[in-house]
């Protein structure tokens, strides 16, 4: 079964520190990984997309890596804002053999950055 | 340009009324989609559309209905609202080529939240 996971389910840190929120993901055949940001009462907003080819993708502070033999995906933050506290989102895409393309979204990591 | 536009923001409905969730788009976009979100789910495919008059099920679709007559908009219908109906309702859209959304990015809207009493 195609599946998203994500970890942790929730984090806390301090302004101006680093984090990193995992990916591990079963999503077969792979097509492409999306990071995606939601604040509170919004609609998602993407941060990035990765192909099968691409190890690393960088959006300002956002740094998503790529590991297409392991499954896995991480986003990393650098220099956290207040305004960086909100659920990410990871969303794997397959390709069906009709040509059409399914998201498969994970439950999000929900940072919370403390000043 | 607007973007992605829901109406309305927020929605109580009795059980068993019917309602339509509206979403418009002014990027051209020829893919459009509902989802729902739920605590503890990650979002899930409700309908999806490649292109004016073409329409399709996702993965949640019983209890909705939905046309796309013109580009701009897609209309998610309600039929007989149930308590396990209240839920976040996003629509996206993105680009499209040979009718799949393929690396372009899904822009969402700001969601209806609906709540079936």
């Known amino acids: 079964k195609n599946q998203v996971e994500q970890s942790p389910q929730s984090l806390i840190i301090l302004e101006g520190k680093n984090c990193t929120l995992q990916c591990n993901y079963t999503v077969s055949p792979f097509s492409n990984l999306r990071w995606y940001k939601q604040d509170t009462g919004r609609g998602p907003v993407s941060l990035t997309i990765m192909t099968f080819s691409e190890n690393t993708k960088s959006n300002g502070r956002y740094t998503a890596t790529l590991d297409a033999d392991t499954k896995q995906s991480s986003l990393h933050i650098t220099a956290s804002q207040l305004s960086d506290s909100a659920s990410y989102i990871c969303v794997v895409s397959d390709k069906k053999a009709s040509g059409t393309y399914k998201y498969i979204f994970g439950t999000g990591t929900r940072l919370k950055v403390l000043a | 340009n607007a973007g992605v536009t829901q109406t309305p923001k927020f929605q109580v409905l009795k059980t068993g009324q019917s309602m339509t969730l509206q979403c418009a788009q002014d990027?051209?976009?020829?893919?459009m989609s509902w989802y729902r979100q739920d605590p503890g789910m990650g979002l899930r495919l409700i309908h999806y559309?490649?292109?004016?008059?073409?329409?399709d099920q996702g993965e949640v679709p019983n209890g909705y209905n939905v046309s796309r007559s013109t580009t701009e908009d897609f209309p998610l219908r309600l039929l007989s609202a149930a308590p396990s109906q209240t839920s976040v309702y996003f629509c996206?859209?993105?680009?499209?080529?040979?009718?799949?959304?393929?690396?372009?990015?899904?822009?969402f809207g700001p969601g209806t939240r609906l709540t079936v009493t």
């Open positions: 996206a859209s993105s680009y499209s080529r040979g009718g799949a959304a393929t690396l372009y990015e899904q822009y």
């Open positions: 559309s490649v292109g004016a008059g073409i329409t």
């Open positions: 990027m051209n976009h020829e893919y």
